[in-house]
């Protein structure tokens, strides 16, 4: 839940300044603050409203602590005042308590980043007027700037010293962050509308950790392209070389420790490969920044304003975007991704085979890696090759051999290739690879990583019982695989992957890998379980896939699971509702510590939208009640029977209080999303499971679907999608079946972007009665197969004069070519709204 909303003087003040008077009190700061002020913002500039004295008074400190911004404008002599730096530890400080709460935007006004983040040049030499303080003052001093100059700000520079366009930029983010937040959530608060802690604001994750293997020999390559991530030199880096030379490899390892880094706020992967789909790209990117693009056309109009709100979405925010395995040129303007450079701190990594595309998708200086066959490496992938190199042609004392993406057959039964340097063997993606013999591995005993993914093996040799050595065996997609030999020897086993597999029993010995910490058994559709003891010996498990393709689960008992103390993330299914109540219900703390994806029914259609998600598919649910894990954001019912009419089993859930997204698909029986007791006032109505909902959608449902009463416990929702519901009058209805008709009432949805309604040919209004709904946050309204509609109650925001306005962030309206008519005579809250919106309608075929 958000912190309280501070109250009395707390309203006064949204942005707070911090900056050295004598630098840009005339100039820059009274142009800033002339625009803020336009703007409807209240700011605290200290030299008018407090008055200074020797140390920091404490009203000041009052001043920080209530408002929403804290701007910190450093200029030359900024580090030279000593209230200057106190100011900037407290606002640091309040960033650290208050989290989404309270915002710090730096400027870099005539002064270098770098020179603000490392205390060098002129903010190096302001360190020695400070002798007489303590040393840990002057550190708390330094590490505040180096913090504030590592949050993603506006140079000066970038703007090429034009004040006016910087000082734009900096109210159109002071606008995101404020208006629909504080400025809304005070006129709601003023009016009484609904409580102070029903808007939510969600603080989101840096990013997710990728699933991968220990690098082997690539460590002084990972280190320079960590010294790049680390610098300030290029904002764009390209890792180049040769299909299995480990491009990807490392840059997985590099995701996953930038996540422990604080430099960035977003890493995001991407993999790209052969042609780039530029509307998959500004899909992936806009969701691993917690958003959703709202124009979905694939024309060229479409990806250009596609581009502008990815754009938008990443603006201010200090990235890595990884985007691996390109092989085709392309622009990132194109996508929409702001270039990175110093002044923002954003860094772009792409690798390929090509390093003319690397060179072509830098806007500016990058980084050229390239990674080379290192000595002992025999890269040979992709070539067409029919059959394995015999031992006189393998180079000598090898380290890494990579044949994959091959149309390798078999390997001859003669071939024992002497190799006890050998570290890497990949064999993947050669899918007529049917027989290895068993004289292949005996002189491979160091081997560390075996990948033989997507062949058509049948069996292994028993010779890989031997490798004592292997961290990594990579078997997935091989589904003609029915046998392995004894595991019990690879004491050093990390990464197991059989994704996909053929086998139908578990390996013999699985249960003595005590260093394991992957294992992927998901969709094996020949296994049938795991039995009860081994997945207790596997104490060093991380990563547990065990989904399977049939609606019983392969996994005996779940107190094994749950004693799992390492575990970090778990895919599994439930043979039904019971089971999966009995796991929710018994390992509460246990659904605390890990990411999770839960299915009860279908494997087939996973979706994989969330770190902590749950799916019912195709159930009999019955009288049970379905408890919900703890930490669920992501919630899919599909095709369930007797739900009851609707959801308030779930609904009344104690757990799932972080709900973010809800799809509710083809349940017969649903009337309502929730039914509450309409002899409870409106006021006391709470369903708390959908306090922080952004996302919600309904499809192929029979009727009404929310109540009136419930929408102040849905002030988060962005997302409002309702499809091929073909008996639906109304979407908003109330419960009280003997409410006036006659009576004016407006309900607020501050935060709601999108609207879409579709196929709904039944459809007479969005709310019954005289309910006009406001939502000045609205981006995209979508109405397609509607006829029925009469009126879209949408109240326009007002101008200072009293004339209405279109929404401010409206992008578009967007109809059917045929419902043209239909848009003359639809009807809206003001007479003149429909000439108003006119220039945002778009036809759709």
């Given at each position: 839940?958000?912190?309280?909303?501070?109250?009395?003087?707390?309203?006064?003040?949204?942005?707070?300044?911090?900056?050295?008077?004598?630098?840009?009190?005339?100039?820059?700061?009274?142009?800033?603050?002339?625009?803020?002020?336009?703007?409807?913002?209240?700011?605290?500039?200290?030299?008018?409203?407090?008055?200074?004295?020797?140390?920091?008074?404490?009203?000041?400190?009052?001043?920080?602590?209530?408002?929403?911004?804290?701007?910190v404008v450093f200029s030359e002599n900024y580090a030279d005042s000593r209230w200057c730096l106190d100011e900037l530890v407290k606002i640091l400080d309040c960033r650290d308590k208050l989290g989404q709460n309270f915002w710090v935007l730096p400027v870099f006004f005539h002064v270098d980043p770098s020179d603000v983040r490392n205390q060098r040049g002129i903010f190096g030499k302001a360190f020695a007027c400070h002798q007489n303080v303590t040393m840990d003052k002057v550190e708390r001093w330094k590490t505040a700037l180096t913090d504030a100059a590592n949050i993603a700000g506006f140079d000066l520079q970038s703007v090429n010293g034009d004040e006016s366009e910087l000082i734009e930029k900096i109210i159109e983010n002071v606008r995101q962050k404020v208006h629909h937040t504080c400025l809304g959530k005070r006129k709601m608060f003023e009016k009484g509308s609904f409580p102070e802690d029903l808007v939510i604001e969600r603080a989101p994750a840096r990013g997710n950790r990728i699933p991968t293997e220990d690098l082997v020999g690539e460590i002084s390559t990972k280190e320079e392209i960590w010294g790049y991530l680390m610098g300030d030199e290029v904002g764009m880096i390209g890792v180049c070389g040769i299909g299995g030379v480990g491009k990807t490899t490392i840059m997985k390892n590099l995701h996953n420790d930038l996540l422990r880094e604080t430099r960035f706020q977003k890493v995001i992967?991407?993999?790209?490969?052969?042609?780039?789909?530029?509307?998959?790209?500004?899909?992936?990117?806009?969701?691993?920044?917690?958003?959703?693009?709202?124009?979905?056309?694939?024309?060229?109009?479409?990806?250009?304003?596609?581009?502008?709100?990815?754009?938008?979405?990443?603006?201010?925010?200090?990235?890595?975007?990884?985007?691996?395995?390109?092989?085709?040129?392309?622009?990132?303007?194109?996508?929409?991704?702001?270039?990175?450079?110093?002044?923002?701190?954003?860094?772009?990594?792409?690798?390929?085979?090509?390093?003319?595309?690397?060179?072509?998708?830098?806007?500016?200086?990058?980084?050229?890696?390239?990674?080379?066959?290192?000595?002992?490496?025999?890269?040979?992938?992709?070539?067409?090759?029919?059959?394995?190199?015999?031992?006189?042609?393998?180079?000598?004392?090898?380290?890494?051999?990579?044949?994959?993406?091959?149309?390798?057959?078999?390997?001859?039964?003669?071939?024992?290739?002497?190799?006890?340097?050998?570290?890497?063997?990949?064999?993947?993606?050669?899918?007529?690879?049917?027989?290895?013999?068993?004289?292949?591995?005996?002189?491979?005993?160091?081997?560390?990583?075996?990948?033989?993914?997507?062949?058509?093996?049948?069996?292994?040799?028993?010779?890989?019982?031997?490798?004592?050595?292997?961290?990594?065996?990579?078997?997935?997609?091989?589904?003609?695989?029915?046998?392995?030999?004894?595991?019990?020897?690879?004491?050093?086993?990390?990464?197991?992957?059989?994704?996909?597999?053929?086998?139908?029993?578990?390996?013999?010995?699985?249960?003595?890998?005590?260093?394991?910490?992957?294992?992927?058994?998901?969709?094996?559709?020949?296994?049938?379980?795991?039995?009860?003891?081994?997945?207790?010996?596997?104490?060093?498990?991380?990563?547990?896939?065990?989904?399977?393709?049939?609606?019983?689960?392969?996994?005996?008992?779940?107190?094994?699971?749950?004693?799992?103390?390492?575990?970090?993330?778990?895919?599994?299914?439930?043979?039904?509702?019971?089971?999966?109540?009995?796991?929710?219900?018994?390992?509460?703390?246990?659904?605390?510590?890990?990411?999770?994806?839960?299915?009860?029914?279908?494997?087939?259609?996973?979706?994989?939208?969330?770190?902590?998600?749950?799916?019912?598919?195709?159930?009999?649910?019955?009288?049970?009640?379905?408890?919900?894990?703890?930490?669920?954001?992501?919630?899919?019912?599909?095709?369930?029977?007797?739900?009851?009419?609707?959801?308030?089993?779930?609904?009344?859930?104690?757990?799932?209080?972080?709900?973010?997204?809800?799809?509710?698909?083809?349940?017969?029986?649903?009337?309502?999303?929730?039914?509450?007791?309409?002899?409870?006032?409106?006021?006391?109505?709470?369903?708390?499971?959908?306090?922080?909902?952004?996302?919600?959608?309904?499809?192929?449902?029979?009727?009404?679907?929310?109540?009136?009463?419930?929408?102040?416990?849905?002030?988060?929702?962005?997302?409002?999608?309702?499809?091929?519901?073909?008996?639906?009058?109304?979407?908003?209805?109330?419960?009280?079946?003997?409410?006036?008709?006659?009576?004016?009432?407006?309900?607020?949805?501050?935060?709601?972007?999108?609207?879409?309604?579709?196929?709904?040919?039944?459809?007479?209004?969005?709310?019954?009665?005289?309910?006009?709904?406001?939502?000045?946050?609205?981006?995209?309204?979508?109405?397609?197969?509607?006829?029925?509609?009469?009126?879209?109650?949408?109240?326009?925001?007002?101008?200072?004069?009293?004339?209405?306005?279109?929404?401010?962030?409206?992008?578009?309206?967007?109809?059917?070519?045929?419902?043209?008519?239909?848009?003359?005579?639809?009807?809206?809250?003001?007479?003149?709204?429909?000439?108003?919106?006119?220039?945002?309608?778009?036809?759709?075929?």
């Amino acid at each position: 839940m958000a912190a309280s909303f501070p109250s009395n003087r707390s309203r006064d003040h949204h942005v707070f300044l911090s900056f050295r008077g004598e630098d840009v009190r005339k100039t820059f700061l009274g142009h800033l603050c002339s625009a803020l002020k336009k703007e409807g913002f209240r700011t605290y500039k200290d030299d008018n409203e407090l008055e200074r004295g020797s140390d920091i008074a404490p009203s000041l400190l009052e001043a920080i602590e209530h408002s929403r911004i804290a701007i910190v404008v450093f200029s030359e002599n900024y580090a030279d005042s000593r209230w200057c730096l106190d100011e900037l530890v407290k606002i640091l400080d309040c960033r650290d308590k208050l989290g989404q709460n309270f915002w710090v935007l730096p400027v870099f006004f005539h002064v270098d980043p770098s020179d603000v983040r490392n205390q060098r040049g002129i903010f190096g030499k302001a360190f020695a007027c400070h002798q007489n303080v303590t040393m840990d003052k002057v550190e708390r001093w330094k590490t505040a700037l180096t913090d504030a100059a590592n949050i993603a700000g506006f140079d000066l520079q970038s703007v090429n010293g034009d004040e006016s366009e910087l000082i734009e930029k900096i109210i159109e983010n002071v606008r995101q962050k404020v208006h629909h937040t504080c400025l809304g959530k005070r006129k709601m608060f003023e009016k009484g509308s609904f409580p102070e802690d029903l808007v939510i604001e969600r603080a989101p994750a840096r990013g997710n950790r990728i699933p991968t293997e220990d690098l082997v020999g690539e460590i002084s390559t990972k280190e320079e392209i960590w010294g790049y991530l680390m610098g300030d030199e290029v904002g764009m880096i390209g890792v180049c070389g040769i299909g299995g030379v480990g491009k990807t490899t490392i840059m997985k390892n590099l995701h996953n420790d930038l996540l422990r880094e604080t430099r960035f706020q977003k890493v995001i992967w991407v993999t790209v490969s052969h042609l780039p789909n530029v509307f998959e790209l500004q899909k992936k990117i806009a969701g691993a920044m917690g958003k959703r693009l709202l124009n979905d056309d694939k024309d060229d109009d479409g990806v250009m304003m596609r581009a502008g709100e990815l754009m938008d979405i990443m603006e201010g925010v200090k990235f890595v975007v990884i985007l691996d395995d390109v092989w085709e040129k392309f622009s990132l303007k194109e996508v929409g991704i702001p270039d990175p450079k110093a002044q923002n701190g954003c860094k772009v990594v792409v690798t390929s085979r090509s390093i003319e595309v690397c060179s072509y998708m830098s806007l500016r200086d990058m980084a050229i890696i390239s990674i080379g066959p290192e000595f002992g490496y025999m890269i040979k992938a992709g070539m067409n090759l029919v059959e394995l190199p015999d031992e006189h042609g393998w180079v000598e004392d090898p380290k890494k051999l990579s044949l994959m993406a091959n149309n390798i057959l078999k390997v001859p039964l003669s071939l024992s290739p002497k190799c006890s340097t050998l570290l890497t063997l990949i064999l993947s993606s050669n899918s007529n690879l049917s027989e290895i013999p068993e004289s292949f591995f005996g002189e491979m005993l160091p081997l560390k990583v075996l990948d033989l993914s997507s062949t058509a093996v049948e069996t292994l040799p028993t010779s890989i019982s031997k490798l004592k050595n292997l961290s990594t065996l990579r078997l997935q997609l091989c589904k003609k695989l029915k046998y392995l030999p004894s595991l019990a020897n690879l004491k050093g086993l990390k990464k197991l992957d059989l994704h996909r597999a053929g086998i139908e029993v578990v390996p013999q010995g699985m249960g003595m890998l005590i260093s394991l910490e992957y294992l992927d058994l998901l969709f094996c559709p020949n296994l049938k379980e795991i039995p009860t003891g081994i997945l207790l010996n596997l104490s060093s498990l991380q990563y547990l896939a065990v989904c399977c393709l049939r609606e019983t689960t392969i996994v005996r008992n779940f107190e094994e699971v749950a004693r799992l103390k390492k575990l970090e993330t778990l895919e599994c299914n439930f043979d039904d509702i019971q089971d999966l109540n009995y796991f929710v219900n018994k390992f509460k703390d246990f659904q605390r510590a890990i990411a999770y994806s839960l299915l009860v029914g279908s494997a087939k259609d996973m979706r994989r939208k969330s770190k902590h998600e749950l799916a019912i598919i195709d159930c009999e649910i019955g009288e049970e009640c379905i408890m919900l894990p703890n930490k669920l954001e992501y919630l899919w019912i599909r095709g369930c029977k007797n739900m009851g009419s609707s959801l308030s089993k779930i609904a009344l859930s104690e757990n799932a209080n972080e709900l973010r997204a809800c799809d509710i698909d083809q349940c017969a029986e649903i009337e309502c999303v929730v039914e509450l007791d309409s002899s409870s006032s409106s006021s006391s109505l709470r369903c708390p499971v959908f306090d922080k909902l952004e996302e919600l959608r309904l499809h192929g449902l029979p009727r009404k679907l929310l109540p009136l009463e419930l929408l102040h416990t849905l002030q988060n929702l962005e997302a409002i999608t309702v499809t091929f519901c073909d008996q639906i009058e109304d979407i908003i209805a109330s419960l009280d079946s003997d409410a006036s008709s006659s009576d004016k009432f407006t309900f607020t949805f501050p935060k709601l972007r999108e609207l879409h309604l579709s196929y709904l040919p039944q459809l007479k209004s969005i709310c019954s009665a005289k309910g006009v709904m406001v939502c000045n946050s609205i981006e995209k309204i979508t109405i397609s197969v509607c006829p029925e509609l009469k009126r879209i109650p949408v109240q326009l925001p007002q101008l200072d004069n009293g004339q209405p306005s279109p929404p401010p962030h409206l992008r578009e309206i967007k109809i059917r070519e045929s419902s043209k008519e239909w848009w003359e005579s639809v009807e809206w809250d003001h007479p003149n709204a429909k000439n108003l919106l006119q220039p945002f309608l778009k036809y759709s075929t």
